[in-house]
């Protein structure tokens, strides 16, 4: 079952914002202006991609101007969703071929991709107050999912969020990569993020990232 924003009881807090979302004043602005430019493209707060009962749960910031923003999908056309698609193929959290479209038929299994920020912002920057307005969001899509084993931040900005999402403090969980914390029953697994920046300078390696997946696999009992 995908998630979706249809609670199953009217009391549920939504898991997704509405495709007209009006809570970010300048995140409104700049979806309009999208929309104006580029009609075909989705345009619109980009849905959690996967299973809303996957052991994992991968957050990342927002979705990228060209990418997400234009397929719908997370990280899908992104230069980032190259190495986490190929990383969750691998590891066998996906299944098919990405291929950079959301109608490439590849399917999650047992996983599911998120952003801390369901909107494109300007440069690629959430605003603080635009991550603390969209966080209930994400605080839905995790207390929605009563199987989430752990969840995987990509970098500082999902991890401050992911942090705030489960009440607890930012000092006693600073980020760092590679870090397990263990905030709350579900542990808080900590990557830089997989950026084009990140990769091209080595600040992350792909062999970097496998070794979170693989820290991951084993504690899920996958390996
Ligand atoms: N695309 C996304 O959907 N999220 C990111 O964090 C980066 C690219």
């Avoid at 399917?107 to 920020?117: E, G, I, S």
């Avoid at 839905?140 to 931040?153: C, E, F, M, S, V």
Wanted: hydrophobic share 40%.
């Amino acid at each position: 079952m995908p998630i979706s924003s249809a609670a199953p009881h009217s009391q549920a807090a939504a898991t997704e914002p509405s495709p007209d979302c009006p809570l970010c004043p300048r995140l409104v602005e700049f979806r309009e202006e999208w929309r104006a430019k580029e009609p075909d493209w989705f345009n619109a707060p980009v849905p959690t991609f996967g299973p809303a009962d996957a052991s994992l749960l991968i957050v990342g910031l927002a979705p990228g101007l060209r990418g997400a923003n234009r397929t719908g999908r997370p990280f899908t056309g992104d230069f980032a969703g190259d190495l986490l698609y190929a990383t969750l193929i691998e590891f066998g959290f996906a299944q098919g071929d990405y291929r950079a479209d959301p109608n490439d038929g590849l399917v999650l299994k047992d996983a599911a991709v998120t952003n801390a920020v369901r909107c494109v912002p300007p440069q690629n920057k959430p605003a603080s107050g635009e991550i603390n307005t969209c966080r209930p969001f994400l605080s839905a899509t995790i207390d929605a999912n009563p199987r989430l084993k752990g969840i995987l931040a990509l970098g500082r900005i999902a991890h401050d969020s992911v942090v705030k999402a489960l009440g607890a403090r930012l000092r006693d969980a600073p980020f760092a990569h590679g870090a397990v914390h263990r905030l709350d029953e579900i542990p808080l697994y900590d990557s830089y993020h997989c950026s084009r920046y990140n990769t091209n300078t080595g600040v992350l390696t792909e062999e970097m990232f496998r070794a979170v997946f693989r820290r991951i696999s084993a504690d899920l009992g996958r390996s």
